[in-house]
C-alpha cells in the first residue's frame, strides 16, 4: 500500500505545478500581446516615417528674383542638410574656406573658385 503522507506530498506538488502552469500561461499570453502591440507601432512609424520622408523631399537650389536681379536661391539650413544640397558654386566656396589654414578675405575665395576679383563688390 502506498504512504498516505507521500500521496498527500505528490497531490500539493501538482497542485503547485498546476499554478504556476497557470501564471506561466497568463504571462506568456501577456507578453505576446505586447509583441503584436510593439509590431503594430512598429510598423505605424515606419509608415509615418515614410510618409515625412516623402513630404520632406529637400528643395533643390533654384533661379529666384531679388530686388529685380536674378539670383541662386537655397534651401533654408536644417540638421541633416547635406552639403550636396548647395548649387556648385555655394559648394566650391565651402571647399575654399574649408582649405584655409585660418580666416579668409572674400579675395581669397574669390580667387580660390576663380571668380575675378579685380572688380570691387
Known sequence: MLDPELLERI????A?????????AKQLAEVRAERDELAVA?????????????????AAPAPGQVGGRAVMLIPHRTSD?????????????LAAVRQAAGPVMAREVGEAVGVDVSVRS
Do not use: F, H, K, N
Not at 81 to 93: A, C, F, G, K, S
Open 11 to 14: 497531490t500539493a506538488r501538482r
Open 16 to 24: 503547485e505545478l498546476d499554478e504556476l502552469e497557470e501564471q506561466l
Open 42 to 58: 512598429e510598423r505605424v512609424l515606419e509608415r509615418m516615417s515614410e510618409q515625412l520622408a516623402g513630404e520632406r523631399v529637400p
Open 81 to 93: 542638410m547635406e552639403q550636396t544640397m548647395l548649387p556648385p558654386d555655394y559648394q566650391r566656396i
